[in-house]
């Protein structure tokens, strides 16, 4: 059963107008692709589309927000992928560093069925939603942004975690070669992230392939990342080459950059404040004053559970 | 030849223009607020390294005349400081003075940059003729506050760097260099300058 909050339509079910225009588009590439697969068997859209291009087939409207989305120029324009360069800026213009075909992504640890599969091969038995979530940065910014992926919790359930899997990690493709910020020792490369098993298997947690409709831009994080709503954005990691589930809380980079910063958990507490920035306060993209940011980032109906009995100022 | 102090005058102004003219052509990027912090930030420090040159420079020989500028390049470092200030204040925080208190008394980069500022201040107002007279010899003195405000304006930078530590080691070593040549040139030659 697909959950949303606001059953309503509202103006935000509105077919943007970009989308609309390009409608006979869609349905041309969808029939090229159909014949395509009928003839050949070719992998299903995700696989074959280039970053920018229009996603078919998603369920529209299952996570939806009474809120403005961003504009997608500056979504897609001031991000912090620290793999493409340390600016906002940068990542978009270095975007094309980063070459997301061929893509395969390892599944291993604590699972009955490890491997290594293409992109194609992993998202095929995934439906596609598009979930509108909150993003907060931790620098005290936040957008709302119209995703496009599946829960992770259908993937993972898929490679069967074993009893003892608790936690489960991520890792960011490490392609110092190309990728003009992993030339620097600015983090410990590659980068890595990580969830408790009953946060990444919460309904709300999602992998993402698109966003706005179409393939995400490279530096948003193509061809695959993770999405967390609830907690800062540094959570929610880009390019993800390796999934492993693990039985002790494994490393995470911005923790290990600076521990009284970034925490394990970093989910967005608005009591919990941090040594650079205001945390009870945020720039919504596009808006002059900050408005007050709320706590699990406006998810706490949902995932204040996960954390009972916990003391959220010490596991920050 | 001598070039006119208009013409400096407009030099100095030139970025705040380039400010403006991104600001109505919509070239401030998602986040125009976190733009012309760093804009004025990164032009305050600039201005001040410049400000520090001079003396190095008009040492070079036929480089005598560029001192005239010393004052210049100071009041417009102390210029782009206040833009850079008021634009926090105003602009990030909308006069939120208990914000910025807050601010000003946990967050380290805010207190050194903020302190800076106080430094900068005593500078730019006995800029004058009329206070360089008055003051007499105690007007070098209190000028030597410069060394102290670029120290903590470079620790500022530092401050606020999450990761990537490049430019402000960058800024570090150029102010480095000019400290140095000032400290090299005190042990070798006892006149203060």
């Excluded at chain 1, 009474?66 to 997608?72: Q, W």
């Excluded at chain 2, 360089?132 to 405000?149: D, E, F, N, Q, S």
Aim: aromatic fraction near 12%; include cysteine.
């Amino acid at each position: 059963m697909p959950f949303r909050w606001n059953p309503e339509l509202t103006a935000m079910d509105v077919t943007p107008e970009i989308f609309f225009q390009q409608r006979r588009q869609f349905i041309q590439q969808s029939a090229l692709l159909g014949a395509g697969v009928a003839l050949g068997g070719i992998a299903p859209a995700v696989s074959l589309a280039e970053p920018g291009e229009p996603l078919t087939n998603v369920q529209k409207g299952v996570v939806t927000l009474d809120e403005p989305v961003t504009p997608f120029k500056d979504a897609s324009s001031y991000t912090n992928f620290y793999e493409l360069g340390s600016g906002k800026e940068e990542p978009a213009r270095y975007g094309d560093r980063l070459q997301t075909d061929p893509w395969h992504v390892v599944i291993e640890g604590e699972v009955n069925r490890p491997g290594r599969w293409s992109l194609a091969d992993l998202l095929k038995p995934h439906p596609l939603e598009e979930r509108v979530y909150r993003l907060r940065c931790v620098e005290a910014w936040s957008m709302v942004i119209p995703w496009i992926g599946f829960p992770l919790k259908g993937l993972l359930e898929r490679f069967e975690p074993t009893a003892k899997a608790r936690y489960v990690a991520f890792e960011t493709i490490h392609d110092p070669s190309r990728l003009p910020g992993q030339a620097q020792n600015m983090l410990d490369w590659p980068y890595r992230e990580g969830l408790r098993l009953d946060e990444a298997l919460h309904p709300l947690t999602i992998l993402a392939v698109g966003m706005y409709g179409r393939v995400l831009p490279n530096q948003n994080g193509a061809p695959l990342r993770l999405v967390v709503p609830w907690k800062y954005g540094f959570k929610s990691i880009k390019s993800i080459v390796r999934i492993t589930l693990t039985e002790n809380q494994p490393p995470t980079s911005w923790n290990q950059q600076a521990p009284t910063e970034y925490g394990f958990y970093a989910n967005v507490n608005p009591a919990v404040d941090h040594p650079r920035w205001d945390q009870s306060k945020e720039r919504r993209i596009g808006e002059f004053l900050r408005r007050p940011t709320l706590p699990f980032n406006g998810y706490q109906t949902q995932v204040a559970s996960l954390y009972q009995g916990m003391d959220l100022s010490k596991n920050f | 030849m001598q070039i006119p102090q208009p013409v400096w005058l407009l030099l100095g102004l030139s970025p705040l223009a380039r400010l403006i003219q991104s600001g109505i052509s919509g070239g401030l990027g998602a986040n125009p607020i976190e733009y012309i912090i760093r804009f004025s930030g990164d032009w305050a420090l600039w201005l001040l390294l410049i400000s520090l040159s001079i003396s190095p420079i008009a040492r070079l020989p036929g480089c005598r005349g560029v001192i005239r500028l010393r004052r210049l390049a100071g009041l417009f470092c102390f210029f782009y400081a206040t833009l850079h200030l008021c634009s926090y204040l105003v602009l990030d925080k909308y006069f939120d003075w208990f914000d910025i208190g807050r601010d000003l008394r946990k967050r380290p980069y805010i207190t050194v940059g903020f302190s800076t500022f106080l430094l900068l201040l005593p500078l730019a107002v006995t800029s004058s003729k009329g206070w360089i007279k008055r003051l007499g010899r105690h007007w070098g003195t209190l000028h030597t506050l410069v060394y102290p405000a670029a120290i903590l304006a470079i620790c500022h930078y530092f401050l606020m760097t999450k990761a990537d530590w490049r430019l402000p080691a960058l800024h570090a070593l150029l102010l480095a260099l000019l400290l140095g040549w000032r400290w090299r040139r005190n042990i070798f030659s006892p006149l203060p300058g």
